[in-house]
């Protein structure tokens, strides 16, 4: 099935660039705050208490569910509110256990540590404490960056890790609340699986301090919230926000541009999307492009989905290309839907092999890659949406 790609030159927007337009309301691809982030008002509350009592949590969820902003809003605004202590640091690009240190150390000392930092005698007993060498730098933004001053064994880092952690301890007087989120948790498990033990024993002996674990790969942090984590306090998992809050926000969003969105409108994309909010936004945002009247129609979101696919065609062919034949059958296959059933006879035959083992040795590669997901009730489906409509308008 082919599609054909619309015209997107300064010509044929010109009349549209003669006068002014209103801003696109929608934001994606990076943390959405304000008007821009969207319900979860029972998650967000719970993460406050959380980090203001000194209590530890874990969530997980699947990529462009809002953790990443959720996560930056809970932070914020217990900073705010409480004059909370906090940091955040993702694991994300860590590539080994020196690597997960570094990324520690240096938002311990830009975040919970920060406030600290103008008393030079305060901050320099505190450093002085430490077991490990350690010099601070400025990077490009003012911020100190952590560099430590000597090598060590690989098996030192996780004494350098706890040490670190440790410092929080330190700062938990009673009068301030104190928090550490590690977003991409899942990393330091796949460096080296004995990490998330370390910060289980790390969190029974940090009384007053909050850690948060975070991460988008569903099966590590499952694995990883049944063994280490399992008992380390709150565990909250994020699910699709409802078509019902949805619908009105982008609605909402629309009115703020300048434009209007009629329910069904909504719906259109929120089905196009599967509901996972950062594509549900992406998607309004070129609706909301190709709307050049006051209104965003159907007509305009199939516009914007023709003229997204064409932005990611180049990445979604290359990612096919460096599949293996099965793989890339498999992901074909699913480009029809959710399939509950990848051992059945009927999906068999759609990828074109007679044996089990293939299928299933399929799926857990492109699960690995990150491409395929388990929903919530159980069938594989393509982690990408508008990957999963290339493929289908592809085939």
């Not at 943390?31 to 874990?58: H, I, K, M, Q």
């Not at 860590?94 to 240096?106: C, F, W, Y």
């Not at 990393?187 to 850690?211: I, M």
């Not at 569903?218 to 049944?226: D, F, T, V, Y």
């Amino acid at each position: 099935m082919s599609y054909t790609k619309r015209c997107y030159t300064a010509r044929c927007y010109t009349n549209r660039y003669n006068s002014f337009m209103p801003e696109n309301p929608y934001v994606f691809g990076s943390p959405a705050s304000g008007l821009s982030f969207v319900d979860r008002e029972v998650e967000l509350d719970t993460l406050t208490t959380l980090l203001r009592e000194g209590r530890n949590g874990v969530v997980k969820s699947p990529r462009r569910y809002g953790k990443t902003s959720l996560l930056s809003l809970a932070i914020s605004t217990v900073r705010e509110r409480d004059r909370g202590r906090m940091g955040m640091v993702s694991l994300a690009g860590a590539l080994d256990v020196r690597g997960v240190a570094n990324k520690l150390a240096t938002e311990v000392f830009r975040g919970p540590l920060g406030g600290i930092r103008g008393s030079t005698a305060a901050f320099a007993e505190m450093v002085k404490s430490i077991r490990f060498g350690l010099s601070l730098a400025m990077d490009h933004d003012g911020k100190p960056k952590v560099n430590f001053e000597l090598a060590r064994e690989s098996e030192e880092w996780p004494e350098v890790i706890s040490d670190v952690i440790r410092l929080l301890a330190r700062l938990a007087d009673g009068k301030r609340p104190v928090g550490l989120v590690i977003d991409e948790f899942q990393r330091a498990h796949e460096l080296d699986p004995s990490l998330p033990w370390l910060f289980k024993d790390l969190v029974d002996n940090l009384p007053g301090v909050s850690l948060v674990f975070a991460g988008s790969r569903r099966h590590l942090m499952e694995q990883i919230s049944q063994g280490a984590l399992q008992r380390i306090g709150t565990q909250m998992s994020l699910p699709p926000i409802p078509l019902e809050i949805m619908g009105v926000f982008l609605a909402e969003r629309a009115a703020a541009g300048g434009k209007k969105m009629q329910a069904a409108v909504a719906e259109r994309i929120y089905e196009l999307t599967e509901g996972i909010p950062n594509d549900v936004q992406q998607l309004a945002f070129w609706s909301f492009e190709a709307a050049t009247a006051g209104e965003i129609g159907a007509d305009h979101v199939e516009m914007g989905l023709d003229r997204l696919l064409a932005i990611e065609e180049d990445g979604f062919s290359s990612l096919v290309s460096r599949l293996g034949d099965v793989q890339a059958r498999v992901l074909a296959a699913l480009s029809a839907g959710p399939q509950p059933h990848p051992h059945g006879a009927a999906f068999m035959r759609a990828v074109g092999v007679t044996g089990t083992s293939s299928v299933q040795k399929a799926l857990a590669a492109l699960e690995a890659k990150e491409a395929i997901e388990l929903t919530p009730a159980g069938a594989w489906r393509i982690s990408n949406p508008f990957l999963r409509h290339w493929l289908y308008r592809r085939d």
